[in-house]
C-alpha cells in the first residue's frame, strides 16, 4: 500500500495525496508516484516534463497556466523546505470559478497535490533553498503561458509572509482574474 490517500479538497478536481512514509534510523522512504495507483486516485494523465526550482523565503511563483491546446495538470511536492500552494479555478461555468485551495507541503512530510488542467497554480515559499518539485502533463509552451495576479484583491488567497514577497518582473505584472486570457470551460 504506497498511498495511504487520495483526497479531493473542497474543489474536488484538486486532490491532495498522501503517501504511506517508511521510516527508519537512515530516514525514510516514500513512493511518489505508481501509475495504477493515481488512476485508482483519480488522476487519469501521464508526465511528459519534470521541473524543478529553488526559492528564498518569501518567493511568490505564479499564478500560471496554459492556454489549450498547451494545458497542463501538475503534480508538484517538496523536496526539500516549506510552501503553502495554491490552485485556481479558471474554467468557465464552473461552480468553483475564482475560488482557491492552499495546502502546506514540505519535505518532512512528502504529501503531493494535484492540480488539474483549467487552474492556475502558485505557491510561497516559507523556508530559504526550498526545492520544488513539479511534473506536468505538457510540455512547457512560451506562447500559451498567461498568469494571474499573486496578489489578485478579488481572489483574496492570504499569502502568509506579508512583507519582503519577493516575485520575478513578469509575475508583477500579471493581470487580475477578471482580465485574464482563459480559454478554459467547465467541466474540460
Not at 511518489?32 to 528564498?56: E, I, M, N
Not at 511534473?135 to 512547457?140: G, V
Not at 499569502?159 to 474540460?188: H, M, Q
Request: hydrophobic share 40%; aromatic share 12%; glycine share 6%.
Amino acid at each position: 500500500m504506497p498511498f495511504r490517500e487520495f483526497r479531493r479538497l473542497e474543489i474536488p478536481d484538486v486532490i491532495l495525496i498522501e503517501p504511506v512514509v517508511f521510516p527508519d534510523p537512515r530516514g525514510f522512504f516514500a513512493e511518489l508516484y505508481k501509475r495504477t495507483d493515481f488512476l485508482a486516485g483519480g488522476v487519469p494523465y501521464d508526465f511528459v516534463q519534470v521541473s524543478l526550482s529553488k526559492s528564498r523565503r518569501g518567493v511568490v511563483r505564479g499564478l500560471h497556466y496554459q492556454l489549450k491546446p498547451y494545458e497542463q495538470g501538475k503534480l508538484v511536492t517538496v523536496i526539500r523546505g516549506r510552501v503553502v500552494d495554491v490552485a485556481v479555478d479558471i474554467r468557465r461555468g464552473s461552480p468553483w470559478f475564482g475560488k482557491y485551495v492552499m495546502v502546506e507541503l514540505s519535505a518532512e512530510n512528502p504529501r503531493l497535490l494535484w492540480i488539474p488542467p483549467g487552474f492556475a497554480h502558485g505557491f510561497q515559499a516559507l523556508e530559504d533553498d526550498t526545492l520544488f518539485l513539479y511534473l506536468q502533463t505538457k510540455e512547457y509552451n512560451p506562447q500559451s503561458e498567461r498568469c494571474i495576479a499573486w496578489n489578485d484583491p478579488e481572489l483574496g488567497i492570504p499569502w502568509p509572509i506579508k512583507e519582503g514577497v519577493i516575485v520575478s518582473e513578469k509575475d508583477s505584472k500579471c493581470p487580475p482574474l477578471r482580465n485574464a486570457e482563459t480559454n478554459f470551460e467547465y467541466p474540460l
